[in-house]
């Protein structure tokens, strides 16, 4: 649970950001068109905003295209403007197309939702985006403001009315710099198209050029009383037939912008272009990129030669590394798979045996578009150890194996089945070529092996596969680690599984439901356990405890708690007095434990409740009537924090259940998050129970309620309890 | 409210009997200041599973020199798990078993609440006792 620290409120603005905002308050409102509005955000936004740069899309009426005004912060070409399709899946369409913000706190959440934005974030430095819709002044979209921050952010409330804050100035600024002006329209041009660093001309639909800014005039090497009223094949005859006049016409025949790259003989030049056509014809913007080109081309070439001696020596430091911080078997294979398409090759696979097969468990492809359906593999497509695989030749041999096509030798290998066929094709999609297949041994025999292609790359040398034998070996001292703790993982996962009763007491009256979450894979087999047993009176007793620590010691404190608990609530004394009981024990036996725990009886005949708990929170109470209450009750202490001679005593609570009404008892993992207000968690958890309530079953519930509160990682285990009251009529 | 309530406290002194020093990582730092019968300790980060041992440690230590009091100011804390409070627990009965009293110090308002869901407000000795809403 997380404290607010009560700083949050007065926290004292950066005076900068607030220049910035006051600078960029003065510029929109001397704006005249959307151009300059843009312009004056990607000016001033970012530092407005706090961070260090700001875009604007502008959203067209007629076309449903999306104009992006980017800044060299994130283009190393300078201003320009990138057009979209409102379709397209990047941060300013899609809040355009939701109308709601979208908010990339960090590096890892652009990877998860915007995977294609990773590489350009990295290149300009930035860890963190924000895009909001910025609406006009009826509701209706106008187009979309983008932020970009060189930090990670929390988006906090602050941060986030800030941000409204310059959508709604730049709301105000669009909507009255449309009135005045009606975007790319022929003719004159606003005196930011003339004086902004991008080529631009404009065509009517017979080619003719109708206008061309400066920057244009210094590409095309013609001035404007050279070119406009000249068709534009006249002007340059080496279109005629080229890439340009094919793309034009398309564009015009389309209706739709086109983007495109190619080359111009007679100026030499390699050129960007973007063309989109409106009434009066074509509009196209572009930009000299030889320059870019040649440095892409000798970038990658110098990359290449490094490739062979800089990366492949820091391969193996990084990969023990990564190795060392991981906690499963699963993990380390994960991580050797992004550590081998990031420098050895373009795909890769891992298989380990089990039973009389080899089946996959890690894959990845350095393509993420692509990474997707490598990692689909894992897990199918098993290869029987009498089928014709390589994997399974270098498994029994123990030795190297390089293939030229492996793709394509595996198919062949095939037999003609729907799932062979299936594997065969996502193999080929994935991409084929010089394959080397690598077996990883653990305490001397081959414990996993390593497939790795190269898609249309050079063939495996000897040092290639010297170098892979070194990361194998780092692999093989990887998995031993793991391997004791996963062994003392699976006892205490076994010990906990045990101590959860196999079924729940059945009843006309009562119908219970329980759920039990591990935490997440590497987190902690912890203490945490429900019970739920019918009394000698006919009444049902129902347990959820929390035994602290985790490990082998917490499980068996846990069972010992619940064993000890059993007895006490059998012999019918009461939940409060078996709690004082089990506490005094407690004391005697294992003045070390503590753990919290709440005890539950219900008269399945009556609907009557008699609770206690020690320490731990109490149930939610879910109305037939519609409404919803935790019941906070008077908690004793936890047990084990009393003396042998002054055992604490828990305060019994009673009510009575109405039919219909739902009983939810839990342990605090469900709720409790760090860095989330303990209230707030709480109140989720009611909200979310409250949207069960017409879930026919409990069991239905149970499983919603766990689901929607254990998204993402958690790393405590989880109980919940669910107990419906539906006596016959 | 640290500062507010800290007149009421005995101030750790510079004088020469006094021992001041701090142990700590990245997520949990401790402030250890030792006088002659009682020990001012603060603590601020997060108090849990991870950093809990860190903290056993520091205590066992001081545990056996206060002969009155230990006094532990949280409220520099912002995250205390199960294990954190087992820890406080424990504490506390280790100190009352030889005479001496935990008092925890200047709670914040989700501490309190975390005491209260564990039914350990009136266990614990709080100070100040209460917030005035």
């Known amino acids: 649970m997380t404290f607010p620290d009560g700083h949050d409120e007065t926290k004292i603005e950066e005076p900068t950001e607030e220049e910035a905002l006051w600078r960029l308050v003065t510029a929109l409102a001397s704006c005249a068109n959307p151009f300059e509005v843009?312009?004056?955000?990607?000016?001033?936004?970012?530092?407005?905003?706090?961070?260090?740069?700001?875009?604007?899309?502008?959203?067209?009426?007629?076309?449903?295209?999306?104009?992006?005004?980017?800044r060299p912060a994130v283009d190393a070409l300078g201003n320009r403007w990138l057009t979209y399709e409102l379709d397209d899946h990047v941060p300013g369409c899609d809040a355009i197309r939701n109308g709601l913000p979208v908010l990339l706190g960090s590096v890892e959440e652009i990877q998860a939702r915007y995977p294609l934005l990773t590489a350009e974030m990295e290149e300009a430095g930035l860890q963190a985006r924000a895009s909001l819709p910025i609406h006009g002044a009826r509701g209706e979209t106008l187009g979309a403001l983008g932020f970009g921050w060189s930090a990670p952010q929390s988006f906090d409330a602050a941060q986030l009315r800030r941000l409204d804050l310059i959508a709604q100035l730049s709301g105000l600024a669009l909507e009255r710099a449309k009135g005045t002006d009606t975007g790319m329209t022929h003719g004159r041009m606003p005196g930011v198209v003339e004086t902004m660093p991008n080529a631009l001309f404009t065509m009517d639909a017979s080619f003719v050029f109708t206008y061309i800014n400066a920057e244009g005039e210094r590409l095309l090497q013609a001035s404007r009383d050279e070119l406009i009223g000249i068709n534009l094949f006249e002007a340059f005859p080496e279109a005629l037939g080229s890439e340009f006049e094919r793309q034009y016409r398309l564009a015009l025949s389309s209706g739709r912008t086109v983007v495109f790259e190619a080359y111009y003989g007679p100026l030499a030049g390699w050129f960007e272009v973007h063309a989109w056509p409106d009434q009066?014809?074509?509009?196209?913007?572009?930009?000299?990129?030889?320059?870019?080109?040649?440095?892409?081309?000798?970038?990658?070439?110098?990359?290449?030669?490094?490739?062979?001696?800089?990366?492949?020596?820091?391969?193996?430091?990084?990969?023990?590394?990564q190795l060392a911080g991981a906690r499963t078997r699963t993990e380390i294979f994960d991580r050797l798979c992004s550590s081998v398409v990031s420098a050895m090759g373009d795909w890769c696979t891992v298989v380990v045996p089990a039973g009389d097969e080899l089946v996959r468990i890690a894959a990845g492809h350095r393509d993420p578009a692509l990474n997707g359906l490598a990692r689909r593999l894992v897990g199918g497509y098993p290869h029987a150890y009498s089928g014709p695989s390589p994997g399974v030749v270098v498994y029994k041999s123990g030795e190297p194996l390089r293939l030229t096509q492996l793709a394509q030798q595996i198919v062949d290998e095939l037999d003609n089945s729907m799932a062979s066929a299936a594997y065969g094709r996502t193999l080929q999609l994935m991409g084929d070529g010089p394959g080397l297949i690598m077996p990883i041994f653990s305490r001397g025999e081959v414990t996993a092996v390593l497939t790795t292609v190269r898609v249309g790359g050079a063939p495996f040398a000897d040092d290639d596969v010297a170098l892979m034998?070194?990361?194998?070996?780092?692999?093989?001292?990887?998995?031993?680690?793991?391997?004791?703790?996963?062994?003392?993982r699976e006892t205490v996962g076994a010990l906990q599984a045990a101590a959860l009763p196999s079924s729940l007491p059945t009843s006309d009256h009562?119908?219970?439901?329980?759920?039990?979450?591990?935490?997440?894979?590497?987190?902690?087999?912890?203490?945490?356990?429900?019970?739920?047993?019918?009394?000698?009176?006919g009444w049902?007793?129902?347990?959820?405890?929390?035994?602290?620590?985790?490990?082998?010691?917490?499980?068996?404190?846990?069972?010992?708690?619940?064993?000890?608990?059993?007895?006490?609530?059998?012999?019918?004394?009461?939940?409060?007095?078996?709690?004082?009981?089990?506490?005094?024990?407690?004391?005697?036996?294992?003045?070390?434990?503590?753990?919290?725990?709440?005890?539950?009886?219900?008269?399945?005949?009556?609907?009557?409740?008699?609770?206690?708990?020690?320490?731990?929170?109490?149930?939610?109470?879910?109305?037939?009537?519609?409404?919803?209450?935790?019941?906070?009750?008077?908690?004793?202490?936890?047990?084990?924090?009393?003396?042998?001679?002054?055992?604490n005593r828990a305060v019994e609570h009673r009510f009575t259940l109405s039919p219909d009404d739902r009983l939810?008892?839990?342990?605090?993992?469900?709720?409790?998050?760090?860095?989330?207000?303990?209230?707030?968690?709480?109140?989720?958890?009611?909200?979310?129970a409250e949207q069960t309530r017409n879930s026919p079953s409990p069991e239905r519930a149970c499983e919603t309620i766990l689901e929607e509160m254990l998204l993402g990682s958690h790393d405590d285990d989880v109980c919940l309890l669910v107990a419906d009251f539906t006596p016959k009529r | 409210m640290t500062l507010e309530h800290a007149a009421s406290l005995p101030e750790p002194s510079a004088s020469e009997d006094s021992l001041v020093h701090s142990v700590g990582d990245h997520s949990l730092q401790i402030s250890i200041s030792q006088m002659e019968d009682r020990c001012l300790v603060v603590l601020s980060g997060e108090l849990d599973v991870s950093s809990a041992p860190l903290l056993r440690e520091q205590l066992v230590a001081i545990t056996t020199t206060v002969q009155t009091g230990l006094i532990l100011d949280i409220g520099l804390l912002t995250f205390i798990d199960s294990t954190g409070l087992s820890l406080l627990v424990a504490e506390h009965k280790k100190l009352e078993s030889q005479g001496a009293t935990l008092t925890i110090f200047s709670p914040t308002p989700m501490a309190r609440r975390l005491f209260e869901i564990s039914g350990l407000t009136g266990y614990l000795t709080i100070v100040p006792p209460a917030v005035a809403t």
């Open chain 1, 280 to 321: 009066q014809g074509l509009n196209v913007y572009f930009a000299d990129i030889s320059e870019r080109r040649a440095e892409t081309l000798e970038r990658e070439q110098a990359l290449a030669e490094t490739q062979l001696t800089n990366i492949r020596l820091s391969f193996l430091t990084a990969l023990s590394t």
């Open chain 1, 540 to 647: 049902i007793a129902l347990v959820v405890g929390d035994a602290a620590g985790h490990g082998l010691h917490a499980a068996a404190l846990m069972a010992q708690l619940r064993n000890s608990l059993r007895a006490h609530l059998f012999d019918s004394m009461g939940p409060s007095e078996a709690l004082v009981k089990l506490s005094t024990f407690i004391a005697v036996q294992e003045p070390e434990a503590f753990a919290t725990i709440i005890c539950v009886e219900i008269d399945p005949a009556t609907g009557d409740v008699v609770w206690a708990s020690a320490g731990h929170p109490g149930p939610i109470l879910l109305r037939r009537d519609g409404t919803s209450q935790h019941l906070r009750g008077e908690p004793a202490p936890p047990i084990g924090s009393a003396h042998l001679h002054s055992p």
């Open chain 1, 510 to 537: 009562l119908t219970l439901a329980a759920g039990y979450r591990a935490a997440n894979e590497g987190g902690q087999v912890g203490g945490d356990w429900y019970d739920a047993f019918e009394l000698q009176n």
């Open chain 1, 38 to 70: 843009a312009e004056a955000l990607a000016a001033e936004g970012g530092g407005a905003a706090g961070g260090s740069f700001a875009n604007m899309a502008i959203l067209t009426t007629e076309a449903n295209l999306v104009h992006i005004v980017h």
């Open chain 1, 469 to 488: 034998t070194d990361v194998t070996a780092c692999v093989a001292n990887a998995l031993d680690d793991v391997t004791q703790n996963e062994t003392q």
């Open chain 1, 664 to 688: 939810l008892m839990f342990t605090d993992g469900l709720f409790e998050r760090r860095g989330i207000d303990l209230e707030i968690g709480l109140t989720h958890l009611m909200i979310t």
